[in-house]
């Protein structure tokens, strides 16, 4: 009895249990549907702008500068002007939203990413990790040349004189002829000591060596500061300014960088009141056409692994301002080159595929 139980127990396990091997065999290979999502990179530009800002304030004594010294182009109006001094280029490599692929199926198992989450390569194995670059600087950086010479505070002559007998000797304001005529005596001053003492007339001890440097030194300081009272006094302010910019069109006209006003310096590009400064990218054309004739496949598999690589092309970097170049450069952009899917038989088997994550092009393609 005991050994017909045991029998029809062993008969109705036999089926579950081939059952069970028949879901879990079916289950090892699930359908591939999803992938791993990356993009390819694009180039922009770190532009760093240096302007600077030119004060005149003209001289209290500057009507008087042809009468008493003989300067006849002493300016009497104030004038502040900017002008852009210099420019200069720097890169920096990004994610591109236009080109952001999947790659699909099996192939997801064998891109590398970067950590911007750009194309590294392709079963490549483990690939170096790539810093996420940093594009913040300083927007505004200001550096004032004064020589610290103030008008208001340069006493050169006394306030008032003496009376004569017509006022009983009291006190006088001098007014600003008599100042403009005691500062041009004093430079006729310094000017005739300096020479005295270059040509050794001087009746006191005669100054050599260092002695010698600082008296012509601080004579000529003192000329310098009375004269600006007569030719006026320039003032210059260096501003540095930098902007991160990627370019996206070629035209001609180029693309609006930011602005700039001879009364306000460098500007935004959406404050209107500054002419525009505009970036214009010139491809090697027949660089593109080139690529754009070989980009394509026959295969009518290219693509399904979803795949892609670039074609970077070389391109003339000007920056413009009121038709004059700033500056010039030439760059590696991989968004003015073309695109082109990584060829099918190259993906899977002995095939090892190197990427340049800061442009997408390929590096190498090698048996492993």
Known sequence: MRSLILFLVIILAVPAFGQR???????????FTEGITYALPRTGFRIHVEAVKETFEPGPYAQYASQLLGITDAGNKAVVKWVISGAHFETFSEPDPDQVYKAMGD??????????????????????SEKLQQNTFTFLDEDIEDDGFDFSRFNHSPVVTQGDSTNNYRPVRMNDENKAVEAARRILECRNTRFHIAAGLMDEFHPDGKAYEVSIEELERIEKNYLTLFTGRTTYQKQKVGFNFVPASSSEKGEVVFRFSEESGVLPASDLSGKPVMLRVEPEKALVAKFSGLASSSNPDAGSSGIYYRMPVVANINLIYELKTVATTRALLPQFGKTAPIPEELLFGEFSIEIHPETGAVKSVSRK
């Open 107 to 128: 192939a997801a198992f064998l891109v590398n990413l970067t950590s911007a989450g750009c194309l590294a390569g392709i079963n490549a194995g483990n690939t170096p």
């Open 21 to 31: 091997k028949k879901q879990s065999d079916s289950e090892a290979v699930p359908a």
